[in-house]
């Protein structure tokens, strides 16, 4: 079954510097791997998608993520933290029985001034 | 374009008492998933309809339950609550076209049952 482990419950940056959230993944085969963001009393937004294309992915409001076959890992990476960023940011892996989607933990980003 | 939609945005509901929340996908969207999201479990799936017709179910009782009418609309129903079935329960649609596309959320609705 497809699964994916964040490997920080928290991480706390100072405003300006860059982040690190760190995903691994476990698949069969190669899979549909997301990264969403949920700020306070608010839904999902989606930051990015990897789908088999380029292993490295651009996404919305400066986050990017590679994809690593070998480590099995999508770890995302701003250059420079806003205060804006504090949120809680879900890994995730399209599951295999098809038309769903399974989460990790989430990891809450905390940005210090 | 109108993002996904969901009503109402808060609920607070009895033990035994049953539920039912409504969520409006995006325009051209055919397929709707439900998940359920509490702190000590996550985010957990629940169902996914595409033309009115259920294509999976993630591990839950059977008191919850689900639709899709013919506009795509689904609504979700939770029967005889329980306390552990507070939470915020998400839809998110999908416009099932090309490849892997991606699931768009709604705010939610918070589900308390007191």
């Given amino acids: ?113 | 374009k109108a993002g996904v939609t969901q009503t109402p945005r808060y609920l607070i509901k009895t033990r035994g008492q049953q539920v039912t929340l409504s969520c409006s996908p995006i325009s051209g969207h055919r397929s709707v998933s439900w998940y359920q999201q509490t702190p000590g479990q996550g985010l957990q799936f629940l169902f996914e309809y595409f033309s009115e017709t259920q294509r999976n179910k993630g591990n839950f009782p059977g008191r919850f339950s689900g639709r899709q009418f013919s506009n795509s609309r689904s609504e979700m129903n939770v029967s005889t609550l329980e306390l552990g079935d507070s939470a915020l329960y998400l839809c998110a649609s999908s416009p099932n076209t090309g490849e892997r596309p991606e699931a768009f959320f709604g705010q939610g609705t918070r589900l308390t049952v007191v």
């Fill in chain 1, 1 to 113: 079954a497809q699964s994916v482990t964040q490997l920080d419950s928290h991480v706390s940056v100072s405003e300006g510097t860059p982040v690190l959230l760190r995903c691994n993944y476990s698949s069969s085969y190669s899979p549909s791997l997301f990264w969403y963001v949920q700020h306070p009393n608010k839904g999902l937004q989606l930051l990015l998608k990897y789908t088999s294309a380029a292993t490295l992915v651009k996404g919305i409001n400066g986050f990017e993520a590679e994809f690593k076959k070998s480590e099995t890992s999508f770890h995302l990476t701003k250059p420079s933290a806003h205060m804006s960023d504090a949120a809680e940011y879900f890994c995730v892996v399209e599951s295999n029985s098809g038309y769903a989607l399974n989460f990790g933990k989430g990891t809450s980003l905390l940005v210090t001034p």
